[in-house]
C-alpha cells in the first residue's frame, strides 16, 4: 500500500490550531498542486461535532475563495480535527493562514443562518445535520488561540 504523507505525521507531537504544507504535486500537464493541513483542533484531544464541522466545511468553502486565489476544495479529515485545503500553484502558508483567519472571524462574530451556503435538500446530501452554533463556538476558540504557521511551534500567531 502507498505511503500516506498524513498518516506518518507524528499526531502527538503537533500544536494546533495550525497550517501546514503537507505537499506540493506538479502534474503531466505541468499544473501544481498544494496540500495544506488546517489542524484546528489539538489531534486526540478533541473534535468537532459533526454539524459544526458540516458547517465550516459549507461556509469555508465560500469565504476562503473570497479571500485567497486558488482554492481547489477544503475537505473535512475523517478526525473530524481540520480540513484538507487543496490550492493551485504554490501559496504561501501565512497567506493560507490569513485567509482562514479573516474566514473564521466572519463565522464567529458574523455570520447568520442566510451566510451557510448549500443547505437545502436539494444543495447537500446531509442538509439537516448542520450546526452555526457550534461552527461559531470553535472558530472562536481556534481565533483565541491563533493559528501557527508551524505545526510544532507557535509561529506567527
Keep these: 500500500m502507498a505511503e500516506i504523507e498524513s498518516f506518518t505525521l507524528d499526531h502527538t507531537a503537533v500544536l ?3 497550517v ?7 502534474g503531466p500537464g505541468g499544473g501544481t498542486i498544494t496540500n495544506f493541513d488546517v489542524r484546528l483542533v489539538q489531534p486526540n484531544a ?12 459549507h461556509m469555508l468553502a465560500g469565504l476562503l475563495r473570497d479571500r485567497i486565489d486558488g482554492v481547489i476544495d477544503i475537505s473535512p479529515f475523517g478526525c473530524r480535527t481540520g480540513f484538507h485545503l487543496l ?6 502558508t501565512a497567506d493560507v493562514v490569513a485567509a482562514l483567519s479573516g474566514s473564521l472571524r466572519f463565522v464567529a462574530e458574523e455570520a447568520t443562518e442566510a451566510d451557510i451556503p448549500g443547505v437545502s435538500a436539494r444543495e447537500c446530501g446531509n442538509y439537516r445535520d448542520h450546526s452555526l452554533h457550534s461552527a461559531r463556538e470553535w472558530s472562536r476558540s481556534v481565533l483565541e488561540l491563533g493559528v501557527s504557521r508551524d505545526a510544532f511551534a507557535r509561529v506567527g500567531v
Design 20 to 26: 501546514r504544507r503537507i505537499a506540493v504535486e506538479h
Design 87 to 92: 490550492m493551485w500553484g504554490e501559496p504561501e
Design 46 to 57: 478533541g473534535e468537532i461535532p459533526t454539524a459544526g464541522l458540516h458547517t465550516l466545511e
Design 16 to 18: 494546533a490550531p495550525y
